[in-house]
């Protein structure tokens, strides 16, 4: 598993298609896909963070259900926004969000092979 985290529309999807020569018909956009998708090749989950704030709305528990998917997929590569830098929220709500998003990409940042932060498309290797 790979994880591509970075700002905002830095150019992290477009970075991931082009150096791993995927096409855009592998990629889930704000969700996970069903067992039987995994089988096709490489998974890539787009907007992660969209998808973890869905989960917490919903009441579910995004850290054990994105961890189990992990351990399905090993030839996925994960893709997020980086959720905390700047203002602390206000609302509760936001704050847990925020907690909960750091705490999950922290361990999937350990379970993954690599790691990289893409800025302005450029990536950087961190692990």
Known sequence: MRLVIGGYAQGKLDYVLEK???RENMVWDGHLPADEAG?????VINHLH???KRR??????PEEEILSFAG???DC???SDEIGN????VDPAEREYRERMGRILIRLADMAEGVERVICGIGQTIK
């Open 39 to 43: 089988q096709a090749g490489t998974v």
């Open 72 to 74: 399905k997929f090993s």
């Open 86 to 89: 700047g203002i602390v929220p």
């Open 77 to 79: 590569i994960m893709i």
């Open 56 to 61: 917490i709305l919903e009441g579910g528990c």
């Open 20 to 22: 791993y020569h995927l």
């Open 50 to 52: 969209h998808w973890v």
